[in-house]
T-cell receptor, first 114, second 115 residues
Framework: SQTIHQWPATLVQPVGSPLSLECTVE??????LYWYRQAAGRGLQLLFY??????ISSEVPQNLSASRPQDRQFILSSKKLLLSDSGFYLC?????????????FGSGTQLSVL | AQKITQTQPGMFVQEKEAVTLDCTYD???????LFWYKQPSSGEMIFLIY??????QNATEGRYSLNFQKARKSANLVISASQLGDSAMYFC????????????FGSGTRLQVQP
């Protein structure tokens, strides 16, 4: 069966420090991969998606970047964190593409930038 | 304009009762998909149910059913026989088509099931 791993679960970082969040998927090949962010008490906002290795699309301009060095690995990064980067980050995968694609989410990373 | 509107920030329901969580959406696309996700306190998002805009019948998945009223642009989630484990945040989401990747989420409804 497919599983998705995301780490770390929580992270407290000072403003201006770098960030690296990692997500890996097991049990499937060539998944579509997504990074979402959830502000406190809000719904999710799509940050990046990837349909293949080194194929990254950004949905919103921001301080973050994403990379996909391997088929089932998706990394969210920042060179210098801002206070506004605080939030709950969720990685997700899907396989079918198109309108019907269901997304399966990881357990999330709670990022606090202080 | 909001693409997905969930007007109930919080809902209470007695155990074993049914509950309806409201969702209205806004799109000019003819082809789109509607999703409901559950987010327990652990944080993960759990897929519950999907309804396509061209599906003629309301979707059902176990105790979950989707009351899809296309003309009114509403996609309400009905949970039958509520259980204590149903206490969570519930999010309605939409993917417009064709070729769009993003799932647009509503702000969610917090459901609390009381014994």
């Amino acid at each position: 069966s497919q599983t998705i791993h995301q780490w770390p679960a929580t992270l407290v970082q000072p403003v201006g420090s770098p960030l690296s969040l990692e997500c890996t998927v097991e049990g499937t090949s060539n998944p579509n991969l997504y990074w979402y962010r959830q502000a406190a008490g809000r719904g999710l906002q799509l940050l990046f998606y990837s349909i293949g290795i080194d194929q990254i699309s950004s949905e919103v301009p921001q301080n973050l970047s994403a990379s996909r060095p391997q088929d089932r690995q998706f990394i969210l990064s920042s060179k210098k964190l801002l206070l506004s980067d605080s939030g709950f980050y969720l990685c997700a995968w899907g396989t079918t593409g198109g309108i019907k694609e269901k997304l399966f989410f990881g357990s999330g990373t709670q990022l606090s930038v202080l | 304009a909001q693409k997905i509107t969930q007007t109930q920030p919080g809902m209470f329901v007695q155990e074993k009762e049914a509950v309806t969580l409201d969702c209205t959406y806004d799109t000019s696309d003819q082809s789109y998909g509607l999703f409901w996700y559950k987010q327990p306190s652990s944080g993960e998002m759990i897929f519950l149910i999907y309804q396509g805009s061209y599906d003629e019948q309301n979707a059902t998945e176990g105790r979950y059913s989707l009351n899809f009223q296309k003309a009114r642009k509403s996609a309400n989630l009905v949970i039958s026989a509520s259980q204590l484990g149903d206490s969570a945040m519930y999010f309605c989401a939409m993917r417009e088509g064709p070729g769009r990747r993003a799932l647009t989420f509503g702000s969610g409804t917090r459901l609390q099931v009381q014994p």
